[in-house]
């Protein structure tokens, strides 16, 4: 094979055809059909048949299959279309045409240019620039809609924020209930020990009464027992009068006990409900501080998914970002390569005019001789080298524009 990849007069086409076999796999993943079809149409190597075939058989749903095909119809054109699609490759997909023919692409596009000519190369970059804008103008629509959606996602997360700092308020105030029900509960501990300590009292004070019975009873003993002695009514009338003193005194030590005793049974009573009124609270607590809790791991959880997503959509972002700059810069390429062939073509232009011009000063010069023969012989001499001149200036400006791209 010759240095161009246009080139290939010492292989026959099966040849061709069949080195490329060996990266049908590569080709079959790689490639989609839509980025090459326009060259390969401009080529005249691919029919509308084929591309209806390609793109609505519906057993041709999946692109592998698509790219299949495709190669199937480029192997029947033969070594023609096998130079048109190293071409696409060149232009579309460089590494697969360097990793194929191990070489750097040239974007000679000879058989384009064979086919159809520079106007068919024209249209065919025209078209590419189209669809390269076209490309951008969805990207650009699609970067609109990131920023709307990274818009909300800001709103989103500034939402988050004043929940969080709710939630921190509402910490804040789990801790001072939690530090209340602690303080409630030191304060409930040392009602219970002044609550024993008073049934301990109770029980000291109800022995100390029962003492007093016994000795009430053992008063009456003794008084009975001196009734019956019969002692004087002198000394039986002090002892009454001792022992009606005595005995009052034991009524109002009885009485003072009874309402010891009444008044230590309420104060148990009220120490008693307030202590299952702080168990309630306690409980109350428990349930409040349990609910915060769950809810703030939920709302935790909420904020690690949201964070996941806004550095997803900011890395999708940046991507898009950076092929929409690659884009932009082959279109200023694209852009700087027509306006020079422009200028290529005005060149041609003129010089094609001022070749006219000399033909046909040339002419007016012979029909002045006055041999016929001559006129007609020098005539025909100018106009072949005039032709030449202006095949020979299309030749090297053509290639020119070739080695250029």
């Known amino acids: ?54 793109y609505n058989d519906p057993s041709l749903v999946i692109r592998r299959r698509k790219v299949g095909v495709l190669l199937d119809i480029l192997q029947r054109t033969g070594l023609k279309g096998y130079e048109a699609f190293l071409e696409s490759l060149e232009l579309d997909y460089p590494e697969i045409y360097r990793k194929i023919t191990g070489k750097e692409p040239a974007r000679v596009f ?97 022995e100390e009464k029962n003492c007093v019975h016994m000795r009430n009873r053992d008063l009456q003993l003794e008084a009975q027992t001196t009734e019956c002695e019969k002692l004087d009514q002198e000394s039986m009338e002090d002892f009454k009068k001792k022992s009606n003193a005595q005995y009052q005194e ?5 009485y003072n006990i009874r309402n010891d005793l009444h ?36 709302i935790l959880k909420q904020l690690e998914d949201v964070i996941k997503e806004r550095d997803k959509a900011i890395a999708t972002r940046e991507e898009y970002h950076l092929e929409s700059l690659k884009n932009l810069q082959e279109k200023d390429h694209y852009r700087k390569q027509i306006r020079e062939m422009g200028e290529r073509y005005d060149e041609l232009q003129v010089q ?27 005539s025909e001499n100018k106009m072949f080298t005039v ?12 290639g020119s524009d070739t080695d250029g791209m």
């Open 110 to 206: 000879s058989v384009l240019i064979d086919t159809a000519g520079e106007c068919g190369l024209t249209q065919f970059l025209m078209n590419e620039v189209s669809r390269l804008q076209k490309l951008v103008k969805d990207e650009r629509s699609a970067r609109l809609e990131l920023s709307v959606q990274a818009t909300e996602q800001l709103d989103t997360i500034r939402q988050l924020q004043h929940c969080d700092t709710e939630l921190r308020k509402q910490q804040e105030r789990v801790q001072r209930i939690r530090e209340e029900r602690e303080r409630m509960c030191e304060e409930a501990r040392q009602l219970r020990d002044e609550n024993y300590s008073l049934m301990h009292d109770l029980t000291r004070l109800s």
């Open 250 to 254: 034991l009524v109002c030590d009885l």
């Open 387 to 398: 032709k030449d001149n202006a095949q020979c200036i299309l030749d090297n400006t053509t």
């Open 352 to 378: 094609l005019f001022r070749t006219q011009g000399e033909v046909l000063s040339l002419q007016a010069k012979i029909r002045k001789q006055n041999n016929p023969v001559q006129l007609e012989a020098c």
């Open 1 to 54: 094979m010759s240095d161009g990849p246009g080139h290939f007069d010492l292989e026959d086409d099966d040849e061709c055809w069949a080195r490329l076999e060996d990266y049908r796999m590569l080709l079959i993943k790689s490639i989609e059909p839509s980025r090459i079809t326009p060259y390969l149409r401009q080529c005249k190597v691919l029919s509308v048949e084929d591309e209806e075939q390609i």
């Open 263 to 298: 008044d230590t049974q309420e104060l148990c009573d009220k120490h008693q409900e307030e202590k299952d009124e702080l168990d309630l609270m306690c409980r109350m607590l428990k349930k409040d501080s349990t609910m915060y809790r769950d809810r703030m791991e939920d």
